[in-house]
């Protein structure tokens, strides 16, 4: 049977999700558990990597197994096996021709900031420190161009290789407190780094180094250069992956 | 000159604030940033003890000195020795008559509690697992009941000795979002677990375990085991210390 995992994981002492060489990942942990739970050598998929310190709420797996286990019981039995800061939320037995990658048809990312002028101890762990408060009307005008089909490659980090770079954003939206802010957008993908690309460009805005004109040029002239900074990869957390016909 | 520091910290990784023989304490690694940076073996005066595993986003502490650093580059000083989890927010001069824990007027705790049947790694660090949903609204009532001048013996651990257990507490509210519950109290001074008996007095008010008719027996009793647990360090924080005529 094929088994669809989401999981929930603080990315921080990980080298992200796939597996590597050198270094723990998520995806690994998750199979060794399986492995001593079943006793069978289980390859799992996930609906896309993390890079090393991005976090997930709501990342999502599948695997297939020979176990009698049923679905339902994997996420209480892998819990007991796994690192604390990885957890199953939960696990559903899905159709053979369900693929988490594949199947996916929306991905839903937020990264998180604060405004402070010393680190704080209490927030570092899961947003990047900013300072001091960038215009946030400015950055939620400039959210309004993201939304929609586009050549998003300007937000993608040069070397990545990928057969088309047009991607539809279903929203994207900024909310704040005046202490902690948020970038949540939702798409059906992104491009490697396009989230952390995107918040460094939000944020060059609402500091008033680029102006809606430019982050039109950007996007149309497709060139790294002309959008913002990636921002560090602690600010990011992938909070949901959903799947057309599904409700998981 | 007498220094007042204004402090973050996660208190994950310590055994509390105050210095002890065995293991790291946040106010020894703050005497020893001071000593490397002033070559005075300095003692600093905390506005109280957090215990092992409560942070704080506004401890304060006093110290004197004789060094010629201005009051306000210690902070910037400190940081720099100062292990991450450990930030001095603030540092200014205040006059001999000050004393970070007699001149302290009021605290603010929050106690934080999140809804779910697993642990959530991203919240796990910050916050006390439970399930399910509580009655909000019966937690509310019951912080009615628990603003003003009383005799709060029935929630301190026995064994803490103080010379009264009178103390007033000024506003007590719950806050929820349906996944998110905390409990924000401000008070004159807090007894030994005080704020964490509070927080499991609450939950077993919204599980309907204890009624207002129960807690105001228990108050009045002073017996520590008719109200309700206590709850575990890490779901509290410190947030503010403040003094009456000094607005630091």
Redo the contacts between chains.
């Keep these: 049977m094929r088994i669809l995992l989401t999981i929930?994981?603080?990315g921080t002492d990980y080298c992200g999700w796939q597996i590597q060489p050198n270094g723990k990942t998520v995806e690994e942990e998750i199979e060794t558990a399986l492995f001593r739970l079943t006793g069978e050598k289980i390859s799992v998929t996930g609906s896309g990597r993390t890079d090393s310190g991005v976090?997930a709420?709501g990342q999502t797996a599948h695997f297939d197994t020979q176990s009698k286990i049923p679905s339902e019981r994997f996420?209480y039995a892998l819990?007991s096996l796994l690192p604390?800061?990885?957890?199953?939320?939960s696990s559903v037995e899905v159709p053979q021709t369900f693929h988490a990658r594949f199947s996916a048809k929306k991905k839903t990312y937020r990264y998180s900031m604060y405004v402070s002028n010393?680190?704080?101890?209490?927030k570092?762990?899961?947003a990047a420190e900013i300072y001091p408060l960038p215009d946030i009307e400015k950055m939620k005008k400039i959210c309004g161009l993201l939304i929609g089909e586009h050549d998003f490659k300007c937000f993608s980090s040069s070397g990545s290789e990928v057969k088309s770079t047009i991607r539809t954003v279903y929203s994207a939206e900024i909310t704040s407190n005046g202490e902690d802010i948020a970038f949540i957008v939702s798409g059906n993908g992104f491009l490697y780094n396009m989230v952390r690309i995107m918040a460094g460009t939000l944020l060059s805005a609402g500091y008033g180094k680029l102006s809606e004109a430019d982050i039109l040029t950007a996007l149309t002239s497709g060139d790294r250069t002309k959008a913002g900074k990636t921002m560090e990869a602690k600010g990011l957390?992938l909070m949901k992956v959903e799947y057309k016909g599904y409700n998981y």
Tied chains: 1, 2.
């Design positions: 929930e994981y603080d976090h709420a996420s819990n604390k800061d990885i957890r199953i939320v010393t680190e704080k101890p209490l570092e762990r899961y957390c």
